[in-house]
Structures are given as C-alpha cells and as structure tokens.
C-alpha cells in the first residue's frame, strides 16, 4: 500500500509491502528532495510498531494524509500466515 501526505506545497508517500524472496516486511519513505528511507523487518509486530510511530511522527510535523492509500498490485505475502 501507499499513503501520500502533504504539507503546504511539500508531499511525500510511505510505502508498505512484504518482500517475498527475503520474507520481511518492507516501509519506504520517499521525502521531498531526499533519498528514500527503507526499513526492513522480520516479523510483523515490529513493522507494525514502526509504522504507527511514523503515523505519530508525521501527524506531530503537521503533515496529512492527501486522500486514501493506494493498493499496490504486488508487494503481498505470497503464502498464508502461519498461527
């Protein structure tokens, strides 16, 4: 998925997906003017955790959400969760 967020006349988006050749969970945040910032994770409860914090940290900068996520076509566990 992708959500996009703005701020006056700045964006940026932050990505999420699960890359299934190195079974971790991806977040990419791409910035105005700046190489994007990717965290990998083994499990999901870390990523989690991480992409709640940058959620705080975005709101706490004064950036909103600029419409709803996008749903990328891939970037989905391509085997189902084990309990």
């Known amino acids: ?18 890359d299934n050749e190195r079974h971790e969970f991806v977040g990419t945040l791409i910035g105005v003017g700046s190489q994007p910032i990717t965290k990998r994770f083994a499990t999901a409860d870390p990523f989690r955790e991480w992409l709640e914090s940058m959620e705080r940290d975005l709101a706490a900068q004064n950036w909103q959400a600029d419409g709803s996520p996008h749903m990328l076509p891939d970037g989905w566990r391509d085997k189902p969760w084990s309990l």
């Open 1 to 18: 998925m992708v959500w996009f967020y703005k701020r006056d006349q700045q964006s940026l988006s932050l990505e999420t997906r699960y």
